[in-house]
C-alpha cells in the first residue's frame, strides 16, 4: 500500500501526478515486518536509508533515500496473519475494476480495496500464487525523483511469463495504447514492460508452484539500486541477514533478519 498517501502527506508545491494518468507502472514497493525497529536498523546499515513516520500510524515507517521516499514499511505481519515480505504495487485507475477483473480469471483478492487517501489499495495475488498491490490516487510526490531513487525495477519469477503477462495485462491495462500506459516487449524467453521508455519490470518463466523452496515459487522480485553490491552483502550478513546469491559486484540476492527476500543490483546495470 502506498504508506506515502501520498508520499506521506508532503507538500504539494510540485505537480502532483495521479494513476489517472500514469497507470500500469510499479508505484511503490511495501514490507511487511514483524520489528519494526529491528527491521529499520537493518535497512539502514544495508541500503543506508533514513526515516520517518507515517500518516497510517506507529507501525508505519517511511523509507528515505537522499531524502526521497523510495518504500513503507508496515509492522502488521504478526498482527494481520501475512508473510513477511516485500510486494510492489501497480499503479491502476479504479481498485474496484482490478480486483473484480482478478478474480475473474482466477486470482485472490486478499485484502481490501482500502482507503487511504488520498487514495485506495488493494493486496492480491496472481492464479500462480505471486503476491502483487494495487493503487489508485495520487502517486509519490516528486514522481520522477521516485523513479530515479526507488527500486531500479520489479522482476517476477512465474511458471509461464507469457501467460502472466496476457494476466497482468488484462488487469492493469498494458499495452492498450492510450496515453500513460505501459508496454510490453517480448525479448526471448522474458517479457519487459516499459514505462515512458525505462523497463520498469521484467517476467520469466521457470518458477515451480510446488517447490518446497519459496525463492523458487512464482513471486515478484524487487530489485534497489544501490552503488556497492559485495558492501550490501556483507552488511546484510553483519546484520543478521543471509545472501542466497551473489554476481560479483553486479547484483546479489539477499534476506532480511525477519526472512524477506530482495535484490541489490549495481546502479546502472539495472536491466
Not at 134 to 143: A, E, F, R, S
Not at 211 to 233: G, K, L, M, Y
Amino acid at each position: 500500500m502506498n504508506h506515502e498517501s501520498p508520499a506521506g502527506g508532503a507538500p504539494r508545491d510540485k505537480e502532483v501526478v495521479s494513476t489517472h494518468s500514469v497507470f500500469g507502472a510499479p508505484c511503490w514497493v511495501s514490507l511487511t515486518s514483524r520489528d519494526l525497529q529491528a527491521t529499520q536498523e537493518f535497512y539502514t546499515a544495508v541500503l543506508g536509508w533514513r526515516w520517518r513516520t507515517a500518516k497510517l500510524g506507529e507501525h508505519f515507517r517511511i523509507a528515505l533515500a537522499n531524502g526521497v521516499p523510495v518504500a513503507g514499511i508496515a509492522a502488521v505481519a504478526s498482527m494481520w496473519q501475512m508473510a513477511v515480505a516485500w510486494t510492489p504495487y501497480f499503479a491502476v485507475r479504479d481498485a474496484d475494476v482490478a480486483v473484480a477483473r482478478v478474480r475473474e480469471r482466477g486470482g485472490t483478492a486478499a485484502v481490501g480495496p482500502l482507503s487511504f487517501p488520498p487514495g485506495r489499495a488493494a493486496l492480491l495475488a496472481d492464479r500462480d500464487g505471486a503476491t502483487f498491490g494495487i493503487w489508485q490516487g495520487d502517486l509519490v510526490t516528486n514522481w520522477e525523483a521516485w523513479r530515479q531513487a526507488a527500486p531500479t525495477f520489479v522482476r517476477l519469477h512465474t511458471r509461464d511469463a507469457f501467460d502472466a503477462a496476457m494476466f497482468y495485462g488484462e488487469i492493469l491495462d498494458w499495452a492498450t495504447g492510450e496515453p500513460g500506459c505501459c508496454e510490453v516487449e517480448y525479448d526471448g524467453g522474458e517479457v519487459l514492460l516499459r514505462s515512458e521508455g525505462d523497463v520498469v519490470a521484467r517476467i520469466d518463466s521457470g518458477a515451480v508452484e510446488a517447490a518446497p523452496d519459496p525463492s523458487v515459487r512464482p513471486h515478484w522480485q524487487i530489485h534497489f539500486a544501490v552503488t556497492d553490491v559485495p558492501a550490501c552483502a556483507r552488511a546484510a550478513e553483519k546484520h543478521g541477514g543471509s545472501v542466497l546469491r551473489e554476481d560479483g559486484e553486479r547484483e546479489a540476492i539477499l534476506r532480511d533478519a525477519d526472512g524477506a527476500q530482495f535484490t541489490v543490483t549495481a546502479r546502472g546495470v539495472c536491466c
